[in-house]
């Protein structure tokens, strides 16, 4: 199998993915796709599902996600390939885990970059009808919930920038590097601009305690983290590593691009909380943290800056509100057609999704992530509706890779990554028990949606079993317990259930109950982890295709 794919990948030297991306554009791809739209609205939803303590779900969301990150880092230096989240799965746990990881990754990524543009254009709306508002509940009500669909203009604009994503993505990653370096760099002048203007222009600093610094208690907390967009707002820390196989030196670029992403991040993301509410006039929360609004505006952030008379902030505002999206979108087309990519590597997917055009581009898969885009855009919830499932279906993607770390120090222990985790153990397994906490955190209401799509995934994966007959074995051995674990988290959600609702048991209750199920699986998964012989074979053939990679590298310079 190693040798096939191998001498696979070295006849089709000249149609391999490039390796045009440096430091800085490694870095800012991760920075780029973290700060999309989430950090427009986060600060706000933030605060209102935990109150200025909504600064500790940041600080928690940084460092849960920083674990899981650390992870990441030492399988991607080990194993620099495109699409490695995908592919991680596959050396220790086999076909059936690494497919169910990379089917419910490809989901949430497939679904970013549209919603990122019905975002954009539902903020652009201020200039032009791309979207219109209804109910969709309690229309007569005080505050009614309502949705931005688009508008047949809307959709029309919706297709040209998802065409445009596609277009940049297939002139070439270095061109796709020096477009998001630019964007990125003025995301990061925007928010700091932000933070500066409102401590200087008004701070009050007994916003922080007038109505109770945790109104909502630990459970508002542990929510906001899942739920307000600030584990959502971390997510693209993975760019580092799905872009491992294009960058000239993964080995030192990758560990710095995924930690410096979310340290950078994290620390602006909480200077801007802070900001915002300190900056907020008092009377807008008089009645409650959770009942915490504006009139007339379409974005808090800007609203704000328009109530401080900084209209000039509240127009970079608007024209950021469309700038930020639609860049996290041209990132999130690049990531979800590496997906597809490294999934019909692994066999669990038509080989057509892995040929790469005479440029390098998986250009199949860009198609298909664009022709998803189409269907999204039809009037189904709302980007805020979507929020949570996208961050509960990333994270749920990305657990199984702090298993692969201590399953895969086993079976090799000779192997030595140029980056280690320190502490044995300790780091995947906190970064296991974070991920389940965090869909845990995601509520009901979102989670049985994800888990249905899994269903609908395990079914695809028969029927193409079925149908090909020369696809590799599940190995449903060592990877049957993805299986065991989902079902486990769909019951601890649904016993969870939502912040609004009574749960079925206590919150500290489901955190116990959580911690010591992701203990006993994680240490399950390890045990069954596939034997040294079968785990090199599934090694040599991902790290024959870097080593191919690397010598059509002479011919890409």
């Known amino acids: 199998m190693a040798q096939t794919t191998a001498t696979q990948h070295t006849a089709d030297r000249r149609h391999h993915l490039r390796r045009d991306v440096g430091l800085i554009g490694l870095l800012f791809a991760s920075v780029g796709s973290i700060i999309g739209s989430g950090w427009l609205f986060g600060a706000m939803n933030a605060a209102m599902t935990a109150g200025p303590a909504a600064i500790i779900s940041w600080a928690v969301g940084m460092v849960m996600i920083l674990l899981i990150a650390l992870t990441y880092s030492e399988l991607g230096t080990a194993f620099p390939v495109s699409g490695g989240v995908v592919r991680f799965p596959h050396i220790t746990f086999g076909s059936f885990a690494s497919f169910l990881s990379g089917w419910i990754l490809w989901i949430a990524c497939a679904t970013v970059a549209p919603i990122e543009v019905e975002g954009a254009l539902q903020y652009a709306t201020k200039y032009a009808s791309f979207t219109t508002e209804h109910c969709v509940s309690a229309c007569s009500s005080s505050a009614p919930e309502t949705v931005h669909t688009l508008t047949a203009l809307g959709y029309i604009s919706a297709v040209i920038l998802m065409a445009f994503f596609v277009a940049i993505n297939y002139v070439g990653v270095a061109w796709f590097a020096r477009v998001n370096t630019v964007v990125v760099w003025w995301k990061l002048a925007i928010i700091t601009l932000v933070v500066v203007a409102f401590v200087v222009t008004q701070f009050h600093g007994s916003n922080f305690s007038s109505q109770q610094f945790m109104p909502f208690g630990v459970r508002g907390v542990a929510t906001a983290i ?332």
């Open 226 to 557: 899942a739920t307000s967009g600030i584990v959502f707002s971390f997510l693209g820390f993975r760019q580092g590593i799905e872009l491992a196989g294009e960058t000239s030196n993964p080995r030192k670029y990758v560990p710095i691009a995924v930690i410096g992403s979310v340290v950078i991040t994290g620390i602006i993301y909480i200077a801007l909380q802070v900001a915002f509410i300190g900056a907020l006039d008092p009377k807008d929360f008089a009645q409650g943290w959770g009942k915490l609004s504006f009139t007339n505006d379409f974005g808090p952030l800007a609203a704000i800056s328009s109530a401080l008379g900084l209209a000039w902030l509240a127009g970079l505002l608007y024209a950021d509100a469309i700038i930020s999206p639609a860049d996290t979108g041209l990132i999130y087309t690049t990531v979800t057609a590496r997906v597809s990519y490294a999934t019909a590597r692994n066999g669990n997917a038509p080989v057509a999704l892995a040929r790469n055009s005479t440029r390098g581009v998986p250009v199949i898969s860009l198609v298909l992530a664009f022709l998803v885009g189409l269907v999204v855009f039809l009037p189904f919830p709302s980007w805020q509706q979507l929020v949570g499932f996208i961050t509960s279906a990333t994270v749920l993607s990305f657990a199984p890779g702090a298993a692969v770390v201590a399953a895969l120090r086993r079976t090799r222990p000779d192997l030595r990554a140029p980056f280690r985790c320190p502490g044995g153990d300790v780091i995947p397994l906190l970064a296991f028990i974070s991920s389940d906490l965090i869909v845990v955190w995601s509520t009901w209401t979102v989670n049985w949606k994800l888990f249905v799509t899994v269903l609908i995934g395990i079914v695809m994966l028969v029927v193409f079993h079925l149908y090909r007959r020369d696809t590799p074995p599940l190995e449903l051995r060592s990877g049957g317990w993805v299986a065991v674990w989902l079902a486990g988290l769909a019951l601890l959600s649904y016993l969870a259930g939502d912040l609004d609702d009574a749960a079925k048991v206590g919150f500290w209750t489901s955190v116990i109950v959580t911690t010591v199920f992701s203990i006993v699986i994680f240490y399950v998964a390890v045990a069954l982890r596939l034997g040294r012989e079968t785990t090199d074979q599934h090694m040599e053939a991902i790290t024959a295709e870097a080593a191919a990679e690397d010598d059509a590298l002479g011919t890409a310079h």
